[in-house]
């Protein structure tokens, strides 16, 4: 019990041996003087004091909320604060690779050269780099101007949040569209842009875009 409790060594316990014997003949039916007996003894132990060893249980105290950590970078390009933070700071990282299996999918790649797997892997990457960048953007400009962003969740169209992902950036752009109608001739007669909602003009802004960008999508080529 004390191994199982990881407290061997911390508690010193001491107890007594308490057997019951009780004499049973072997088989069945009435005894005899002659039978054959068998003696059963049932053996229990009674705990009777338990004394705390007080500077093993400092001692042991002393290293709870540690944390081993290991680096290859030297204390003048790394301190132990650094490295704490950096350590803290690795989900961020990791997020990257799951972007690149989660969204943009880059496995399985259905390739056979060795060039078409550089050339879709450079590819895939960028775009988690235009997320990243995405997301990194519009994080730091709501924390400079300690505001927040509505309506990025759908369950919950009135929750607010300041770190919004680049996911959730862009599907606050999923209802836009571009309409083109055309002449017999291939010209450009209409062009018709979704209007930008409140929240959308908002992330454009933040994002150092700008509505004007985005209304240039509607103007019509030269000579239609």
Known sequence: ??????????????????????????????????????????????????????????????????????????????????????????????????????????????????????????????????LTVTEFVLRRSLEAAQASLPGLHPENKHKMTDKPTAERILKAFADISLTIIKNAAGEDILRRLTPLSGLQEDILQRLGLGATLYGQLEIQAIGT
């Open 1 to 130: 019990m004390l191994t199982a409790h990881r407290v061997d060594g911390l508690l010193s316990v001491t107890w007594e041996k308490q057997v019951e014997q009780t004499t049973h003949y072997v088989g069945r039916g009435r005894g005899s003087v002659n039978r054959e007996k068998r003696v059963i003894e049932k053996t229990r132990y009674h705990i009777t004091h338990i004394t705390r060893q007080e500077a093993a249980i400092a001692a042991h105290s002393q290293r709870f909320g540690w944390k081993a950590f290991v680096t290859n970078a030297g204390h003048t390009r790394l301190s132990l604060q650094e490295a704490v933070l950096c350590y803290r700071n690795a989900y961020r990282v990791e997020r990257i690779f799951n972007r690149l299996k989660s969204r943009v999918h880059i496995a399985p790649l259905f390739v056979k050269r060795n060039e078409q797997i550089e050339g879709l892997t450079y590819l895939l990457t960028l775009g988690v780099r235009v």
